[in-house]
């Protein structure tokens, strides 16, 4: 079992920045690759989108076209916490932010992903 809790949601200014945080517990040794997803309001019970990914080992990262350039993820494997830093937000990009793990490979569909936190909510005002 893996467990993933999240932090560093907040409100946060057009153009702003926001540093958002995963611990991570459980059997860590057995994840392949971490994630990040978010889901805008009103899309509940749509597939959440794919924002980023690193591999636990090796580190090799992953991102979709709409977010190349402005958010950045990374792990610290001593402290068991994954990162992301996001930067020049916009409106659009209000979401609850999740981070999710999974044991095998690595893929921006959220169907690979086992394991996911609750989730902290990105509010970005114009």
């Known amino acids: 079992q893996v467990q993933l809790v999240e932090s560093g949601g907040g409100l946060v200014q057009a153009g702003g920045s926001r540093r958002l945080s995963c611990v991570v517990s459980?059997?860590?040794?057995?994840?392949?690759?971490l994630a990040w997803f978010r889901q805008a309001p009103g899309m509940e019970g749509m597939e959440r989108e794919f924002v980023a990914a690193i591999r636990w080992s090796g580190g090799r990262t992953y991102y979709p076209g709409s977010v190349k350039g402005r958010f950045a993820i990374s792990r610290d494997n001593a402290k068991k916490m994954v990162y992301m830093e996001t930067h020049t937000l916009e409106p659009e990009d209000t979401s609850v932010f999740s981070c999710?793990?999974?044991?095998?490979?690595?893929?921006?569909?959220?169907?690979?992903?086992?394991?996911w936190g609750q989730g902290t909510p990105v509010t970005v005002s114009s």
């Open positions: 999710a793990a999974t044991l095998a490979g690595s893929s921006p569909s959220s169907g690979l992903y086992a394991y």
């Open positions: 459980g059997l860590t040794s057995t994840i392949s690759t």
